[in-house]
Structure formats: structure tokens, C-alpha cells
């Protein structure tokens, strides 16, 4: 023993140092360079993919978290709410509550059986409570949407530990997609890796659409995802130019109702000047073709000069129609064209004034020339505008308390009116389907009768890749 002790102590005298650096050389080739290597040297085709907008692991882009997880629902092909990650629900104590029964032998991707407990959705005023097999919400007031609001993907976070290197935050799902690497600007992310059973994903953000198509020129990425336009890529070669119509989005010219000069009469009159033909198809309110709900056969304020002039002479104005109307480089050409098809109709309505011999003080009828000045804005102003000619997105469920009622500061258009407010609060509280079916046709024919917008068309979004 004491002979083994000099040779050791002799070669860790001579070798030790040696030694120790091997050691520590190797754990982390194993640990940091390997994995970085196996990572970077992947067989996997990979997609670098641009998307526009500031996230962060804790806000991610919905197209991330649908490839990562799933929610407690599924949205059907009609909008409706399907089982997802639950078996079924239940609503109960007069729709103040939701049971949802999870399936069993579902498991996170680090091999974690789902259990109720694991169940998160950061609602306000929601109290949650788990048994063994249920996730059972308990609302303050009946909300006939919630379904609909767990259809959002479900996530966990762990910290993996890195030798040598700081601790790294991974987000967790369920099925075929996992997140294996990002990086971040400060706070928001810069890159984000996920690995499929083929492919790899490679998200890389970008502030603006404009500078994510730079990015594609530049060759950072290669494609380019619910553009709003293909800007001037269509006219490159050996592209790949997907352009669909997303009933999910339309195109209105919205009022600010708070406006004494839109009275109904000018707003009816307004949207029946128009000629609302397009490439695309026609929107006639805000409510999702493809939705439960939907109603066929609504008021659709289709291109109608006598009607249009017969509001007007209804109630002459008392001042001049002049008008402004903001709008986004992206819609220019569309808001100069109804500035030129308003200008001709005010023209005619004038002209129809004059010769009308049941009114008598003529010189009103000057007010009835149009004119509208156009403000360009990329960021126009929700709390400061007469008139707003932007993209609006239509929500999957027909729920449209936010977007209507007289009492939320998210009404941007100030519209008020109290048999919609009924049929809104109505709407949000009704489980029974067929109720709900027929309170949401109602107030579509209310909305429609007294325009707070004109609704124009669907609009277009562009998938463009090598």
C-alpha cells in the first residue's frame, strides 16, 4: 500500500495538472460542445421562419405555442369548441362553472404524465380547483365563451441546469415539437429553435413586416408568414407565393361614433355611396363567415346612390360634409379611392337637392358636397380619429362585448347602443346553443340597422418561401 501511495503521489505531482484539465476539458465537451454540435450538425431540414412582433418565452406567437402544445379545447371547423386535452366538460351552478375531465396517458415531452394539476391559464377572477381526474373553473358571473378561452395551448417551464454556464429557462409541451434552443435581445426574444420528428423550425423575430422581408432578401430567412401583402416579392422568380383570403380579418371603414356630424342618416348614407366590389371577398359585419353564428342575409349596404341620397335629404346637414379619414400605407390606395367615389356622389346629392321642390332653403344643399382629407399614419391613433379605414380581426367566438358595448374602453368606435348592449350581455351569459344562435343573429340585424362601420372585404394575407 505504501509503494502504491508513492506512485500515485509521484504521477499527481508530475501528471496532476494534466489531469484535472482533461477532466474538466471533458466534462464540458460532453456537457456544452457536444450538444451545441449535435444541435448545429443536424440532418434535419431545417426552416428559418420570419415572424413579425416583440415575445418573450413567457408571451410566445400563437403559431409557436400551436406546435408546441395543445389546449383543454380545439376549435372545430364551425368556430365551436371540440375536446381536446379533456375528455369533456360540464357547465354547471347556471353556467358559473366548467368541469373539464382530463384524458388520461397524456404526457408533456420530458415524459410527465398531465394531471389536472399542471392545468394553467392566467384568468382574472377565476378560482381554480383539482381532483384526480377534473380542472373545475368558478367564474364571478356566467361566460358562455370560456370553452373557447382554454383552446389555448397549455406550456410548462423548467430551468435546466448548464455546467459552468447559467441556469436556462425551457418551455414545455405537449406532443411532437420541443423547443431546443433560443436566444434573446434583453428581454424578447431573438431566435427560437424547435425540433420536430423531420424538421427543424428556426423562428427568428423582427420588429416590422417591412424588416422581415428585408431579412428574406438578405437570405436570414426563408420564409415569410400571414403577410399582409407580398410587397414586391411577387415579381421575384423561383418563389413560392401562397395568397388565401383569412375570414379571420376584414377590411371596415370604422366611425367615431361620438361624432355629432355621423348621425345614422350620414352613416347609412356614407356606406351606401360605395361601391364595395373587390378581388376579395365582400365582408358585411364583423362576425366570421365560417362561425356558428353567422348571418346570411344581413343588411349589406350594397352600392345604392338613391337610397344613399335619400338619408341624406332625410335630415340636411347643417355644416359642411368634410371629413378625415385615417388610414395605413397598407390600405392608401383604397382610402383614396372611396375619397374619389364619396366627392362624385356628394356632387349628385347636391344636384338632387337643388331639384328637389319639397326643400326649400336651397343653399343646405352645398353641405352635401363630400370632401374627406386622408391621414397617413403606420400607427394611427384609436383614441383620436373621425374616420379609420384599418384591418380588424374578427374573434372565433361570436362573443362582441369588447368590441360593441357601450361600456368598454376597448369600443373604440364610441358606439352606443342599447339594444345591442342587451343582446351582448345576453349573448355572453346564454349557454344553451340555439339561444345563444339566435341572440347573435339578432344583434347582427341591430348592429347592421345602425352602422357603426362600413365593412369592406376579407382581407388577403401572403406565405411566401423559396
Known amino acids: 500500500m505504501r509503494k502504491l501511495y508513492w506512485y500515485l503521489s509521484s504521477y499527481v505531482r508530475r501528471h496532476g495538472l494534466v489531469f484535472l484539465l482533461s477532466i474538466v476539458s471533458a466534462v464540458i465537451f460532453f456537457s456544452v460542445v457536444l450538444p451545441l454540435l449535435l444541435t448545429n450538425l443536424s440532418l434535419k431540414k431545417k426552416n428559418y421562419i420570419a415572424v413579425v412582433g416583440e415575445y418573450t418565452l413567457n408571451n410566445l406567437p400563437g403559431i409557436v405555442k400551436q406546435q408546441l402544445s395543445a389546449g383543454l379545447t380545439s376549435i372545430g371547423d364551425d368556430l365551436s369548441p371540440q375536446p381536446m386535452l379533456a375528455e369533456r366538460w360540464s357547465v354547471e351552478e347556471e353556467g358559473k362553472q366548467y368541469r373539464f375531465v382530463i384524458k388520461q396517458g397524456v404526457l408533456w415531452q420530458d415524459g410527465k404524465e398531465l394531471i389536472p394539476e399542471d392545468v394553467y391559464y392566467n384568468f382574472a377572477d377565476v378560482e381554480v380547483v383539482t381532483t384526480p381526474n377534473d380542472v373545475i373553473f368558478r367564474l364571478p358571473e356566467p361566460f358562455a365563451p370560456f370553452p ?20 436556462t429557462k425551457k418551455i414545455i409541451g405537449i406532443g411532437q415539437y420541443e423547443m431546443v434552443d433560443y436566444k434573446l435581445k434583453g428581454n424578447y426574444l431573438q431566435e427560437l429553435r424547435i425540433d420536430g420528428p423531420k424538421e427543424r423550425y428556426i423562428y427568428r423575430f423582427y420588429p416590422t413586416e417591412v424588416s422581415a422581408v428585408l431579412a428574406f432578401k438578405e437570405g436570414e430567412v426563408d420564409i415569410l408568414l400571414d403577410l399582409a401583402s407580398c410587397h414586391d416579392l411577387c415579381e421575384w422568380e423561383d418563389l413560392e407565393v401562397l395568397e388565401e383570403l383569412a375570414y379571420d380579418s376584414y377590411l371596415a371603414l370604422f366611425y367615431n361614433n361620438s361624432d355629432p356630424k355621423l348621425s345614422k342618416n350620414i352613416r347609412q348614407a356614407l356606406a351606401y355611396a360605395l361601391d364595395k366590389s373587390s378581388e376579395t371577398e365582400r365582408a358585411t359585419g364583423p362576425i366570421n363567415p365560417l362561425s356558428w353564428a353567422y348571418l346570411e342575409g344581413g343588411k349589406d349596404y350594397e352600392n345604392d346612390w338613391d337610397r344613399g341620397i335619400e338619408r341624406l335629404l332625410d335630415e340636411l346637414p347643417r355644416e359642411p360634409l368634410t371629413f378625415e379619414m385615417t388610414t395605413t400605407t397598407v390600405f392608401e390606395a ?133
Not at 152 to 165: A, V
Not at 348 to 376: G, M, V
Request: one cysteine or more; a negative charge; hydrophobic letters at 35%.
Open 148 to 167: 373557447v378561452s382554454v383552446a389555448e395551448p397549455i406550456l410548462r417551464s423548467t430551468t435546466e441546469e448548464n455546467f459552468l454556464l447559467p441556469d
Open 334 to 466: 383604397e382610402a383614396k379611392d372611396i375619397q374619389k367615389q364619396w366627392t362624385t356622389f356628394g356632387e349628385a346629392a347636391a344636384q338632387a337637392c337643388r331639384s328637389n321642390s319639397k326643400i326649400d332653403d336651397k343653399d343646405l344643399c352645398e353641405n352635401l358636397k363630400i370632401k374627406t382629407n386622408i391621414k397617413i399614419s403606420n400607427f394611427p391613433d384609436t383614441n383620436n380619429y373621425q374616420l379609420l379605414l384599418i384591418g380588424q380581426e374578427s374573434s372565433i367566438d361570436p362573443d362582441q362585448y369588447f368590441m360593441w358595448h357601450s361600456a368598454q374602453a376597448t369600443n373604440f368606435t364610441r358606439y352606443k347602443n342599447t339594444r345591442v348592449d342587451s343582446l351582448l350581455e345576453k349573448g355572453r351569459q346564454t349557454v344553451d346553443y340555439d339561444e345563444r344562435k339566435a341572440i347573435y343573429q339578432e344583434f347582427q340585424q341591430y348592429l347592421l340597422e345602425d352602422p357603426p362601420a362600413i365593412f369592406l372585404r376579407y382581407l388577403n394575407k401572403f406565405s411566401i418561401a423559396r
